[in-house]
């Protein structure tokens, strides 16, 4: 009797963790390495690594408060921002986007809010976050939905002092419109952090068949069923 009680409560977890895998499957979730992020989006990844804008390398630029695809620098340029995304210096207004090269590899920061702002809203998205040193203060990141104002997500993280990085991925598949980054340091907006690598795409989470989920008999054994969807059934055919 004892052994049935433990099976199934084991059926019990087993179920409630099926749940929670599916439905962050339909609902949006974090993505935990950029290997996950290029697994999924495959072909449809698109990066931008912010070294198209060429200047000396251990220096900065000011760029503006916004920055696209159109955008030209310096007699260089449209093109130098990849097509889909473009930065936006949001609340409060500083000096502008910085385009840094001060660790030798293209990346982008700004005082204030930093906003990847999404012309196309995409499904996945993922970048490497760092600073020059370690900071007292975690940066925030929020992720909205594709109206750019329901917010889907959102998560405090200390990012590490160069040459080290941290990875921040996120997928939905109901559509992201932007990623708002910023630094609350005690009640005033600090620096957002650094980034680069920015990867992003369109590559849509296919919606499951009708899922049955059950426990059969006192010795509590986990039943699974999945009714195919009728284009998993056209593709077998």
Not at 105 to 116: E, N, P, R, W, Y
Not at 194 to 205: E, K, R, S, W
Request: proline share 5%; with cysteine.
């Amino acid at each position: 009797m004892q052994s049935e009680v433990i099976n199934r409560t084991t059926a019990l977890a087993v179920l409630f963790a099926l749940q929670i895998v599916l439905g962050a499957r339909l609902h949006g979730a974090v993505i935990s390495s950029r290997e996950d992020l290029n697994s999924q989006l495959g072909a449809a990844a698109v990066t931008e690594n912010f070294e198209s804008y060429l200047f000396p390398a251990g220096t900065a630029e000011r760029v503006g408060t916004v920055l696209d695809a159109s955008s030209v620098l310096g007699g260089q340029g449209p093109g130098l921002v990849r097509e889909g995304i473009r930065f936006i210096e949001g609340h409060p207004a500083g000096d502008g986007l910085q385009w840094d090269r001060q660790t030798g590899s293209g990346a982008m920061v700004t005082d204030g809010q930093l906003i990847l702002d999404f012309t196309i809203p995409t499904t996945h998205v993922g970048f490497d976050m760092f600073w020059f040193f370690a900071l007292n203060y975690p940066a925030t990141i929020q992720v909205f939905g594709a109206d750019d104002l329901s917010l889907k997500h959102s998560v405090d993280i200390f990012d590490p002092a160069w040459p080290n990085s941290t990875f921040f991925g996120y997928a939905d598949n109901a559509g992201i419109g932007r990623v708002v980054l910023f630094r609350d340091e005690g009640g005033e907006l600090g620096v957002s952090p650094i980034i680069d690598n920015l990867t992003f795409g369109y590559a849509p989470v296919p919606e499951p068949g009708a899922i049955s989920l059950g426990l059969l008999g006192l010795g509590g054994l986990l039943m699974l069923r999945w009714r195919r969807t009728a284009a998993e059934k056209a593709r077998c055919a």
